[in-house]
């Protein structure tokens, strides 16, 4: 199957969805937020560093995309569960979690 084949396909299974990807502030989570964000989804950006979330986004937005910040330790379940619950109300839902943290 040829690339721009794949990514037509996958350009019409996330434009309009809602995903949240841990560790997006630098290297593979990064570049995958910004993958999500130019196919058209809503992206949450997590980070144990906050500025490199918010930096993250500013990329994002300075693209045309959609995508807000949060300052994430994933190692700490109250920390996820309370980003979890604040993305789910910003964004009224999720459709994709990304696990990239760690």
């Known amino acids: 199957m040829e690339r721009a084949t794949r990514l ?8 309009g969805h809602r995903v949240l990807i841990t560790g997006a502030g630098s ?3 990064r570049s995958t937020a910004h ?3 130019d196919e058209g ?5 997590t980070d144990l560093d906050g500025d490199r979330a918010a930096a993250v986004v500013a990329e994002i937005g300075e693209c045309g995309g ?3 910040a949060w300052t994430l330790d994933v190692a700490d379940p109250e920390a996820v569960d ?3 619950a604040e993305c789910t109300g910003h964004m009224g839902g999720l459709d994709v979690l990304v696990n990239n943290a760690g």
């Open 35 to 37: 993958l999500f964000a």
């Open 41 to 45: 989804a809503t992206v949450a950006v």
């Open 27 to 29: 290297g593979i989570g």
């Open 82 to 84: 309370q980003v979890v």
């Open 8 to 15: 037509s396909r996958f350009s019409r299974s996330v434009d």
């Open 66 to 68: 959609d995508a807000r």
